[in-house]
């Protein structure tokens, strides 16, 4: 053969090949975890140079079609939560058979992957425009809790207040109705449909991905009720080898600080729990169930509560059709408890009995007994939840994800409800050239609450909201912008529509380091509760008020993030330190406040109003460590939280209203005159400088240091004295204003726990909670738990 035919030869070969490179090629292939090789569903695959991807199916594989131009090579990125983010070279000759990818698990990441920021596809934490924070299963482990309330209240900026969940400062205590907070399973509210409170105890805490808690107006993709920011608990997929955990606890409670409050002497309450897990895979089905029952005596008199809860995830993945899944999930909980307002008072009463000994019927751990004050209550709490996911074979994702949550409540105060929320989400996500994710959908929300003593008769409410956010990313820069337009509709109200919009960046620097940048709307309509609520309790008469505004506010955050990381043969450290500088505006913010009051009865008039523009700047600093040294691990993490929570409706001091002076026990007439000028006077307003209920600090700290099978942990929280409450509360709740005197440098609490494995399947853990036995207050005239011991068995097959 000549040279020249030769040459021709070889030139009509590279033209064939680059042909066939710049036409469209396929990359197939499944990912797989390196140790189990169980397939990873949802994991992200993305081609940086030419701004593509997709995810796995439900059996780990996934097909990625893309044009590679006059490129020789490609780089192909995979990251899933909990594993290592690897990259994978590809060149023109490695197309052909199945690619089978390994992602190695990641015992602790200081960056991890997320949903909650964008609702339809994963992030690196530090990509993210807003702060969000992420709980690991390994940690949720660590805390040995029967519920999700303790890990909850460990989060840096976070604060609960009788199930009432606060993140920085976004509100305060509202007497059990009218969340800040959008609490969510798998991205689906869990709030009630009269109350609009979370059901945290629906909450599971044995199979759990992680938690992302998100700060700051959220209300573009998770509509009403996100003014301070989403809890999102994300529950596991099951495996492909059967999992069983079963867990068994023992609580005794120790005596209170003070030894005068304890109302039983002689005997030492108690509680205990069993919790039962299991999780797998039948062909194309994954199942998870878990059932739970816990009793306890409690700690305060007569306040024992029975609980039931089981829940059930079932998915199924036809290999029939490839990227389906179609799930149904179902959790109820039935509830007995007693409950109570506030205590009969903080000194104890004593009483000599008839066989000669002092017995307590009274102190901050008997309840009052005002009519209305204290009762015994059955609630049960039912929820199925459908969802349909398909994710197309050019990377488009339809989903839709619906929750009917029935909640009914039935009580020895004559003030029982039913209510329902029928909650429907439609999603659809898709990456568009440069490296845009666009995530678009509508949410369409039906709720009805029934109770003829407490609201009144029957209300109906319903909503829409249409929403989209994109999210793109320019070399170093991740830019977010997002928009969502609502209308809502509660019986005969004229309806109302606002639109909320939403915008971020973030910048990388360098290598670890990330500033940020975001603005962000939000808003929440006044509840069922809020609204209609008619009723008597404890000194206090509700009365509704139908009419009042839905609140409205933004956030504004400035955030810088710095990783750091050590990686040598006797040391590795991982760790970042994060910094953020906040302020969160509301208008018409809604809170019951006192109308009047009968000097005849000490009976309190009250109702919500729309009583204050708020303005709440505040600094957080938060950070997370990791060591390993030889057969030693440690673990640092935790934040400080400053607030500054400002009324900028208050009135001046000489108008503000100051009820302190009172003591109900000790009634005198020069008090009976101070309080009538006061009540009487319409320019007196209880309206202070600081927010009601927020404290000026929370901290958050978490040490743990493990050695072999064994590890010790001690967990920090410290919230600041609680400035502003309202004045009414003097009146009604015997003793506050002394207890307050008493107490005014806020509260430190800590917990220890011990933990040993045994061996791989079994664990034995020691908890005491409060270990100094500290003595505050959760709410005005409720007071904490006393130290407590708790032993727990776990075991896992």
């Given at each position: ?277 299991h999780s797998r895979r039948i062909g194309d089905f994954g199942l998870s169930g878990q059932i739970n029952y816990i009793q306890d005596q409690g700690y305060r008199q ?26 149904l999930n179902g959790t109820v909980r039935i509830d007995s408890s007693g409950q109570s307002l506030y205590w009969s008072s903080y000194f104890p009463d004593t009483l ?400 220890l726990i011990a933990n040993y494995d045994l061996n791989d399947h079994h664990t034995i853990s020691l908890v005491v909670d409060n270990a100094f036995n500290e003595e ?22």
């Open positions: 053969m000549s040279l020249k035919t030769t040459l021709l030869a070889l030139l009509f070969l590279t033209g064939i090949v680059s042909l066939g490179w710049s036409q469209q090629q396929t990359i197939r292939g499944t990912v797989v975890d390196e140790q189990t090789m169980e397939p990873l569903p949802g994991a992200t695959l993305i081609i940086p140079q030419l701004n593509v991807g997709t995810y796995t199916k439900d059996d780990g594989s996934f097909s990625l079609t893309f044009e590679p131009g006059n490129r020789t090579t490609i780089s192909l990125v995979v990251t899933y939560t909990g594993y290592s983010r690897i990259t994978v070279p590809v060149d023109a000759e490695s197309f052909s058979g199945v690619r089978e990818i390994k992602l190695i698990p990641e015992a602790l990441s200081t960056d991890d992957v997320v949903i909650t920021a964008t609702k339809g596809f994963e992030q690196q934490q530090s990509d993210v425009t807003s702060s969000i924070a992420v709980v690991k299963p390994q940690s949720i482990d660590l805390q040995a809790t029967p519920d999700m309330s303790r890990v909850i209240n460990q989060i840096p900026g976070v604060d609960n207040q009788d199930g009432q969940i606060n993140i920085r400062g976004s509100s305060g205590f509202a007497y059990g109705v009218g969340s800040r907070v959008m609490v969510s399973l798998d991205g689906l509210p869990l709030l009630t449909g009269d109350a609009g409170i979370a059901a945290i105890d629906m909450l599971p805490v044995d199979n759990i991905a992680q938690v992302e808690v998100l700060k700051g107006a959220s209300s573009v993709l998770y509509g009403s009720s996100a003014l301070g920011g989403v809890v999102n608990v994300i529950t596991a997929d099951a495996p492909e080898e059967p999992v069983t955990s079963i867990r068994l606890r023992g609580t005794i409670y120790g005596d209170p600080k003070n030894k005068a409050l304890i109302y039983n002497p002689g005997d030492r309450n108690w509680a205990g729990s069993a919790h039962i897990y007569d306040t024992e509560r029975e609980q039931f809860r089981a829940l059930i995830l079932a998915k199924y993945t036809p290999k029939s059709v490839p990227g389906l899944t179609i799930g000599m009995g008839s066989d000669g000994q002092d017995s307590i019927v009274g102190g901050a751990l008997v309840p009052d007994r005002t009519a209305g004050a204290f009762r015994r209550q059955l609630t049960t709490f039912f929820a199925l939840d459908p969802t349909v996911k398909y994710l197309t074979s050019k990377g488009d994702l339809f989903w839709y994800r619906g929750r009917f949550l029935y909640n009914q409540a039935e009580n020895t105060t004559a003030q029982g409800s039913r209510n329902y929320i029928a909650y429907n989400d439609f999603l659809y996500q898709k990456t568009l050239a440069k490296n845009i994710n666009l995530v678009a959908g509508g949410t369409y929300t039906f709720s009805q609450a029934n109770a003829d003593s407490l609201y009144g008769g029957i209300h109906q409410g319903n909503s829409f909201g249409a929403y989209a956010q994109a999210d793109a990313k320019f070399g170093r820069l991740n830019a977010s912008l997002g928009f969502r337009y609502e209308t809502v509709k509660i019986d005969t109200i004229p309806r109302e529509s606002r639109p909320i919009f939403r915008a971020g960046l973030n910048y990388k620097i360098g290598r670890g380091t990330n500033i940020r940048a975001s603005f962000g709307q939000a808003f929440r309509v006044p509840t069922v509760a809020e609204r209609f609520t008619s009723t008597t309790g404890g000194g206090l008469l509700i009365e509704p008020n139908p009419n009042i505004k839905s609140e409205f506010g933004y956030s504004l955050e400035l955030g810088a993030r710095q990783g750091y990381k050590i990686d040598n043969s006797r040391i590795n450290f991982i760790g970042y330190l994060d910094a953020a500088l906040f302020q969160m505006d509301y208008d018409n913010m809604v809170e019951f406040g006192i109308d009047g009051l009968n000097l005849a009865t000490f009976q309190g008039e009250f109702s919500t109003r729309n009583v204050a523009n708020a303005q709440i700047t505040g600094i957080e600093l938060t950070t997370l460590n990791h060591f390993d040294i030889n057969k030693w691990s440690f673990n640092l993490s935790g934040g400080v939280t400053w607030l500054d929570p400002v009324n900028q409706d208050a009135v001046p001091d000489s108008l503000q209203m100051d009820l302190s002076f009172w003591d109900p026990a000790n009634i005198t007439i020069v008090d009976l005159i101070r309080l009538q000028e006061q009540i009487n006077n319409p320019e007196i307003q209880d309206a202070p400088t600081v927010l009601k209920y927020r404290p000026k600090w929370l901290i958050r700290g978490n040490v743990s240091v493990g050695y072999g099978p064994a590890s010790l942990s001690a967990n920090y929280r410290y919230r600041s004295f609680i400035e502003s409450i309202d004045q009414f509360l003097f009146v009604i709740v015997q003793d506050l204003n002394t207890f307050r005197v008493d107490h005014p440098n806020g509260e430190h609490v800590l917990d505050f207050m959760i709410i005005p005239g409720l007071l904490a738990p006393q130290r407590r011991f708790t032993l727990q068995y776990h075991v896992r097959f």
